[in-house]
């Protein structure tokens, strides 16, 4: 019988890096554990459904009262690698101070026991180490963890097989640590510096201690040389939804044809001609029934055989549909595949590129390889997608490996086994 712990979980304040986070600490309080949870304020309402007690991140480094860029204006100067050293800076390395003297100031106020963070939650291991806790990170991208069977995390690159290719994977991360990456790599040395921590390796954001990965190994580019602290656990899917259904919902009970779902997720959604407007385009003539999600937007044309939402409620979605075409979102591909759902990708922000590229990998979709595709090469994916069954046969294979899992059961059972290893070892 593992005695009652008190659990410190932090999060990133988007949704992709709290909701992921949501079943564990659920899975926690059921098992009577104190679970506290240094979050945004627009996620106070969920942390406490899963039990937990809230805790106000500060106003500096609450990124959810605002969208990315309307937080940092002068983010929508820069593209492609620019903006992506751009996001690891402002959004993931500088916080990382502040986000230890939250830890520190929850912490002062009770001990706890181990801390829980989302990969990009970097305070999460730097307060560990100050204040001698373990952490556990949970992975809410693909896997970071750099090596020679992969290419370097960001472009989506296939990491090839053999010699040759394990060759040119240590060439380009080179490349990318010393070159593409320099300034991001110093700016998170700097930031250890002032902690007064020695410098990380790499930025992946695993822990030492123990990575709770969501997903299955299937999914993810093969590693043999995988650490053992590294643990798929499944899918960490969202709790049922509750809102509303649409009006026209009965549509999609009644459909006599493919249903297809379209969405930009939650953070790219800012311009809809990048996936959802050449996806509606492109399959308005088609005998399907196209399912979009479009945020706070409101399209002036809608094609005859669709229909739209600003919310819709992926539980009951999912066993409905055909084929989802996604931006890339990893707890919406998690989700889709945990449903046995095949995919059509075209995403080129955050880590996108690398979630496309493992869905093409596995068998279980095809990768666009833009942002912006054509509705000519949506229409032609999708109806792929339809007429050869591989797809749907290996998207319903992973299914069943995601059934065979209990993420959030795994996951608290990990997380007691680390506090019993560092008390043992005190």
Partial sequence: MTSVLDVLFASVPFPGHTTPLLPIARALTERGHRVRWCAGRRFAGQVEAAGAEFVALDEAIDLSRGTVDELFPERARVTGLAKLRFDMVSVF?????????ALRRAHGERAADVVVHDVGFGGGGAFGALAGVPNVSVGVTPLMLAGPHTAPFGPGLQPGTGPLARLRNRALQALFDRVVLREVHARAVAVQRELGLPPVRGLSGVSRHLH??????????????????????????PPASSGDLPGWWGDVETADRPVVHVTQGTVADGDLEDLVLPALRALADEDVLVVASTGAHRP???????????????????????????NGG??????????GVPLVVGGATEDKPEVAARVARA???????????KPEA???????????????????????????HDAPG??????EGVVRRATSER
């Fill in 93 to 101: 390395i500088d916080p990382v101070p502040a986000q230890v003297a």
């Fill in 212 to 237: 709770l990965q969501n997903g299955l190994a299937s999914l993810e580019h093969p590693r043999p040389d995988l650490p053992a602290r590294v643990r798929f656990v499944g899918a960490l899917l």
């Fill in 300 to 326: 002036a044309h809608v094609p005859a055989n669709a229909r739209l939402a600003s919310f819709l409620p992926y539980d009951r979605l999912l066993p409905r549909l055909s084929v989802m075409v996604t």
């Fill in 330 to 339: 990893f707890g919406g591909v998690q989700n889709a595949l945990a449903h």
């Fill in 363 to 373: 068998g279980v979709g095809i990768d666009l390889r833009t942002g912006r595709p």
């Fill in 378 to 404: 949506i229409r032609d994916a999708v109806r792929r997608v339809l007429d050869v069954p591989s797809f749907r046969d290996r998207a319903a294979a992973m299914a069943a490996e995601y059934a065979a």
């Fill in 410 to 415: 795994t996951s608290a059972d990990l997380i």
